[in-house]
């Protein structure tokens, strides 16, 4: 599962470049065999924000693999369960900051990294556009070179972290679609939708029954 998340956008080399070295089914995966020698941390990001950043080779991997488990009837496409996971951002906590601190840091300089870029021009479409979906506060806390990551409560003391929020085909627990967001609660109903929609749209799944925990029922489900 990290591994599926990372790949959808979380920014946790760290995290993952220890469950390949660990893991021996990661290992399998990627032809490392038993000592073979995992890539340092910093490849997976350069190549997820580099030559895949615009493309959709990634998603096609996974849902070529769908594919083959529906065609085999292993995926029902009617019953499901959508839960989600929180990663830790790899992000200093002692250095989080008020948002308005954080933007005077991020004005004077003359560049920004590429996820506060990324962060600045969300802002700017979402100026621009009717938000849908529950309202979220504004942030608290960021992270001067991570804002997307969100100042999070929910595992015990606060931190930085993203979450994994999984579409679960529940015949056989097949992971069927996966959203990454920032760790609020607000967007928990945002991804649980989008991924609604897009196994609808995709796959034709017309579930007839959906178990989720009640932080979904938060806000408007429809």
């Not at 969300?122 to 979906?133: N, R, V």
């Not at 056989?172 to 939708?193: C, F, W, Y």
Request: contains cysteine; glycine residues 8%; proline residues 5%.
């Amino acid at each position: 599962m990290l591994l599926i998340g990372y790949l959808y956008g979380i920014p946790s080399e760290r995290q993952l470049v220890e469950e390949v070295h660990l893991n021996l089914a990661y290992r399998w995966f990627c032809k490392l065999g038993l000592e073979g020698q995992v890539p340092d941390r910093s490849t997976f990001s350069k190549n997820r924000h580099g030559r895949f950043a615009d493309g959709d080779v990634l998603r096609c991997l996974f849902e070529s693999v769908l594919e083959k488990f529906i065609g085999f009837g292993i995926v029902g496409g009617t019953d499901a369960a959508i839960d989600g996971s929180t990663i830790e951002a790899d992000a200093n906590r002692e250095r989080k900051d008020a948002p308005d601190a954080v933007q005077k840091i991020w004005s004077q300089k003359d560049q920004v990294q590429r996820p506060v870029a990324d962060y600045l021009t969300k802002l700017a479409d979402a100026d621009q556009a009717a938000q849908s979906g529950p309202k979220k506060k504004p942030p608290k806390y960021l992270f001067e070179t991570d804002p997307e990551a969100a100042w999070s409560l929910k595992d015990g003391p606060g931190r930085f972290s993203y979450e994994t929020n999984y579409l679960v085909d529940t015949d056989h627990g097949i992971i069927v679609d996966v959203e990454a967001t920032p760790a609020r609660l607000s967007q928990e109903i945002v991804a649980a939708k989008t991924m609604l929609d897009r196994s609808q749209d995709r796959y034709d799944f017309r579930l007839d029954r959906v178990a989720a925990d009640g932080s979904y029922g938060t806000g408007h489900f429809q």
